[in-house]
């Protein structure tokens, strides 16, 4: 199982540079002043802002009980002292890192000393908060068998609607230095119970159970709700406060963790420490486990186009090579037959070369794709060609080695490609007219190739369909990825979103190449689709539809069904499709038959519009 502070050398490293440089350092003043007769409470370690007051100091014979004992990934287990203080800003939780197996278990009464520190899961450059923690611990077991402390309810009532107080200017806009306001944001709420023994009770899941062992639910079941039970991403401003990411402190080889879909619940009680790591924040590291109750969540089927309805689709197939076993392509090949009802053109988004992620120089993709369209055939489907632009190799990010690109399928029984000059990795295809309408110098061809805003990412994939006599254009996307953007419970609020520029860049590109063409005919039909990897409300995707040139089509469906991909509860858009004026009537549909389970062929949602040209 994934560990939840992963810990390295250079990670040590980066954390003893941030206290050597201050960044994580208390109050000296505050330090000095908690070092006195009085023994040292938990309280008094982790005091009233995120940092602790004692951080870089020893502490002798801190008392407390123990909550919970993790054997796996960061092993320690957490304390908490039973006799509490009148702060609600102050936890009375702390986790003790051992490194080792712990030999303690809960319910014991320790007297633990030690050095205090600030562990940054993942490291200082994430952004992510940190977690206060006694280290290289000296423990002694007073006596066993105590009652635990009464766990904490985390509940739709005690988690504020606020989510985040804004960063301190003067702190680069970091929150660690503010003193906890509880009762009035979501994060402050967490961390003043950060390593406290917090309960929840039946909740809804919001995150299906991923390869890691873990799920997300909310315990604000009203909260955005999306239409098929999951917790909706609308807006910078709508984190919803309520989620929560759930594990277990059983290894799964002795208990396995249960499989969750979104919607289905977990009833009962839900008990255990309350700890943060890098893969989604906070997040109860359940001694006692609640039951999951089923839904009826069934993957979604979308209605076939009608005779002169044009129906275009895309879909991230993630990383697909013919060294995938034969069930993935199957799957796939099944899904774009029977939930997506065999679309008259498909964008697919990382296509991989012929032997995935060997890393030999291969760029050409022809297996992979005589692979799936054989797949697509057999399950009934038509008998799709397919027209691409290999890439250089290793130019286009991604898997090292992988070559992804984009792909156009098509029905060659109900759309034709219109070939023109094909284009190479290097060369740019163009918008001129041919017989008084805008057509390609290339088809297929790639967009603006050279433009710096393509490097490292894939370039669009543009291409010249005709269906019943009418030219329709296509441009198939896959932006730049959201790596290395800091998470909702940074400790920069607002978080630090730097993968945004290179998207923004790559949006404007677009955006100038259909304004290219309908320059040339305004009634051009244009359909720019693919993985953008941004959402609906995002700068990327006002800077695609600048000046009115195209619209985001996800926007035509009711704020509760506008969703493609579920990341740390949230049910976000990341892939769209987005039309020209011309394209004034068109039926969208966001087909979920994957981000919402557990048993996924990708993570992505694929989209399909149907429109008459």
């Given at each position: 199982m994934r560990s939840s502070h992963p810990r390295s050398a250079a990670?040590?490293?980066?954390v003893a540079t941030a206290l050597a440089t201050g960044l994580l350092a208390g109050s000296a003043d505050a330090a000095e002043?908690?070092?006195?007769?009085?023994?040292?409470?938990?309280?008094?370690?982790?005091?009233?802002?995120?940092?602790?007051?004692?951080?870089?100091?020893?502490?002798?014979?801190?008392?407390?009980?123990?909550?919970?004992?993790?054997?796996?990934?960061?092993?320690?287990?957490?304390?908490?002292?039973?006799?509490?203080?009148?702060?609600?800003?102050?936890?009375?939780?702390v986790f003790v890192f051992t490194n080792s197996v712990p030999t303690v278990t809960a319910g014991d009464a320790v007297k633990v000393s030690g050095t205090v520190g600030e562990y940054i899961p993942g490291g200082v450059n994430s952004g992510n908060q940190s977690v206060t923690q006694i280290s290289k611990p000296t423990v002694t077991v007073v006596s066993s068998g105590n009652a635990l402390p009464e766990a904490t309810a985390i509940t739709e009532y005690s988690v504020p609607a606020e989510y985040a107080p804004a960063g301190d200017p003067a702190a680069g806009g970091s929150i660690n230095g503010l003193t906890l306001e509880p009762s009035r944001y979501a994060l402050d709420h967490y961390e003043s119970l950060e390593g406290m023994n917090v309960k929840i009770g039946t909740s809804r899941v919001v995150g299906a159970t991923d390869p890691y062992s873990?799920?997300?639910?909310?315990?604000?079941?009203?909260?955005?709700?999306?239409?098929?039970?999951?917790?909706?991403?609308?807006?910078?401003?709508?984190?919803n406060t309520g989620r929560l990411q759930i594990q277990q402190l059983a290894p799964v080889a002795q208990?396995?963790?249960?499989?969750?879909?979104?919607?289905?619940?977990?009833?009962?009680?839900?008990?255990?420490?309350?700890?943060?790591?890098?893969?989604?924040?906070?997040?109860?590291?359940?001694?006692?486990?609640?039951?999951?109750?089923?839904g009826t969540l069934a993957p979604e089927k979308t209605?076939?186009?009608?005779?002169?309805?044009?129906?275009?689709?895309?879909?991230?197939?993630?990383?697909?090579?013919?060294?995938?076993?034969?069930?993935?392509?199957?799957?796939?090949?099944?899904?774009?037959?029977?939930?997506?009802?065999?679309?008259?053109?498909?964008?697919?988004?990382?296509?991989?070369?012929?032997?995935?992620?060997?890393?030999?120089?291969?760029?050409?993709?022809e297996q992979t794709l005589a692979?799936?369209?054989?797949?697509?055939?057999?399950?009934?489907?038509?008998?799709?060609?397919?027209?691409?632009?290999?890439?250089?190799?290793?130019?286009?990010?991604?898997?090292?080695?992988?070559?992804?690109?984009?792909?156009?399928?098509?029905?060659?029984?109900?759309?034709?490609?219109?070939?023109?000059?094909?284009g190479d990795a290097v060369t740019a295809t163009g918008v001129t007219k041919v017989n008084g309408?805008?057509?390609?110098?290339?088809?297929?061809?790639?967009?603006?190739?050279?433009?710096?805003?393509?490097?490292?990412?894939?370039?669009?994939?543009?291409?010249?369909?005709?269906?019943?006599?009418?030219?329709?254009?296509v441009i198939a996307n896959h932006f730049g990825s959201k790596g290395g953007d800091e998470g909702l419970t940074s400790h920069h609020q607002p978080p630090v979103r730097s993968s945004e520029t290179k998207r923004l860049l790559q949006a404007q590109a677009v955006n100038g190449f259909v304004k290219q063409i309908l320059a040339e005919d305004k009634n051009a039909d244009v359909l720019v689709l693919g993985d953008i990897n941004d959402f609906e409300f995002s700068a990327t995707t006002d800077a695609l539809a600048d000046g009115g040139a195209?619209?985001?089509?996800?926007?035509?469906?009711?704020?509760?069904?506008?969703?493609?991909?579920?990341?740390?509860?949230?049910?976000?858009?990341?892939?769209?499709?987005?039309?020209?004026?011309?394209?004034?009537?068109?039926?969208?549909?966001?087909?979920?038959?994957?981000?919402?389970?557990?048993?996924?062929?990708?993570d992505h949602d694929p989209q399909v519009l149907r429109f008459r040209p």
């Amino acid at each position: 199982m994934r560990s939840s502070h992963p810990r390295s050398a250079a990670v040590a490293a980066l954390v003893a540079t941030a206290l050597a440089t201050g960044l994580l350092a208390g109050s000296a003043d505050a330090a000095e002043g908690a070092v006195s007769a009085d023994p040292i409470r938990i309280h008094d370690i982790q005091g009233t802002t995120r940092i602790s007051p004692l951080n870089g100091k020893q502490v002798t014979d801190v008392e407390g009980i123990v909550t919970g004992v993790r054997t796996y990934g960061s092993r320690g287990f957490w304390i908490q002292d039973p006799d509490a203080d009148d702060n609600d800003a102050t936890s009375e939780g702390v986790f003790v890192f051992t490194n080792s197996v712990p030999t303690v278990t809960a319910g014991d009464a320790v007297k633990v000393s030690g050095t205090v520190g600030e562990y940054i899961p993942g490291g200082v450059n994430s952004g992510n908060q940190s977690v206060t923690q006694i280290s290289k611990p000296t423990v002694t077991v007073v006596s066993s068998g105590n009652a635990l402390p009464e766990a904490t309810a985390i509940t739709e009532y005690s988690v504020p609607a606020e989510y985040a107080p804004a960063g301190d200017p003067a702190a680069g806009g970091s929150i660690n230095g503010l003193t906890l306001e509880p009762s009035r944001y979501a994060l402050d709420h967490y961390e003043s119970l950060e390593g406290m023994n917090v309960k929840i009770g039946t909740s809804r899941v919001v995150g299906a159970t991923d390869p890691y062992s873990e799920l997300w639910v909310t315990v604000k079941g009203w909260e955005n709700t999306a239409k098929r039970g999951g917790t909706v991403y609308g807006s910078y401003e709508s984190q919803n406060t309520g989620r929560l990411q759930i594990q277990q402190l059983a290894p799964v080889a002795q208990q396995p963790f249960p499989v969750a879909n979104v919607g289905d619940r977990l009833t009962g009680t839900t008990e255990g420490p309350l700890d943060f790591n890098q893969f989604g924040g906070y997040t109860l590291a359940a001694r006692t486990l609640g039951t999951v109750k089923a839904g009826t969540l069934a993957p979604e089927k979308t209605k076939p186009q009608a005779e002169q309805e044009l129906a275009v689709a895309t879909y991230n197939v993630e990383n697909l090579d013919p060294t995938d076993p034969q069930e993935k392509f199957d799957a796939l090949a099944k899904a774009v037959v029977e939930n997506l009802a065999s679309p008259d053109v498909l964008a697919l988004e990382e296509i991989q070369d012929d032997n995935g992620a060997k890393n030999d120089g291969t760029v050409s993709a022809e297996q992979t794709l005589a692979k799936f369209t054989a797949a697509i055939s057999a399950a009934g489907g038509p008998a799709y060609q397919w027209r691409t632009i290999n890439p250089e190799d290793k130019k286009d990010g991604g898997e090292p080695g992988g070559n992804i690109r984009q792909v156009f399928l098509f029905n060659p029984a109900r759309v034709s490609f219109t070939e023109r000059a094909p284009g190479d990795a290097v060369t740019a295809t163009g918008v001129t007219k041919v017989n008084g309408k805008a057509a390609l110098t290339h088809s297929p061809g790639r967009i603006d190739p050279a433009n710096p805003a393509w490097a490292d990412s894939r370039k669009p994939l543009a291409g010249e369909f005709t269906f019943r006599g009418k030219t329709v254009f296509v441009i198939a996307n896959h932006f730049g990825s959201k790596g290395g953007d800091e998470g909702l419970t940074s400790h920069h609020q607002p978080p630090v979103r730097s993968s945004e520029t290179k998207r923004l860049l790559q949006a404007q590109a677009v955006n100038g190449f259909v304004k290219q063409i309908l320059a040339e005919d305004k009634n051009a039909d244009v359909l720019v689709l693919g993985d953008i990897n941004d959402f609906e409300f995002s700068a990327t995707t006002d800077a695609l539809a600048d000046g009115g040139a195209l619209y985001p089509a996800i926007k035509s469906l009711p704020k509760a069904e506008r969703y493609s991909y579920v990341y740390q509860g949230n049910a976000q858009v990341l892939d769209q499709i987005l039309t020209s004026p011309a394209i004034k009537k068109f039926t969208y549909d966001s087909v979920h038959i994957n981000a919402e389970f557990s048993a996924q062929n990708s993570d992505h949602d694929p989209q399909v519009l149907r429109f008459r040209p």
